[in-house]
């Protein structure tokens, strides 16, 4: 899996990597700040930052003892892009679904069968 898209979504696939972004939406945190809330190890968490990392969802980056994990926007910007394309269509869906429960609460429903 290569395309930038399909990276995006496999990383936001999973809870606690969503978890780990809305963190580092608040501003950077170290990787002993982004585990403290879970339940899991070090090394468990470094595994989510890679793979965050490798969707380009977040950089790391050094100054002097302290490693700061940065959230990178762009692939989210890129994901709801595509997502938007599809609320077009769900909107007008809920649209035609909204007037046929008006008809049917008139009593009066649509007879174009």
Known sequence: MSDPLSLTFAALADPTRRAI??????????VNEIAAPFDM???AVSKHLK???????IT?????????????????????????GYRRF???SFDRLDD????????EPDKKN
Request: glycine fraction near 8%.
């Open 60 to 84: 790391r980056s050094r100054t002097a003892q302290w490693r700061p994990c940065h959230l990178e926007a762009a692939p989210l910007k890129d994901a709801n892009g595509w997502i938007s």
């Open 51 to 57: 793979v965050l990392e490798a969707a380009g969802l």
């Open 100 to 107: 046929y429960l008006r008809e049917l609460q008139a009593g």
């Open 21 to 30: 972004l809305a963190r580092l939406s608040e501003g950077d945190a170290t």
């Open 90 to 92: 769900w909107e007008a």
């Open 41 to 43: 190890s070090l090394p």
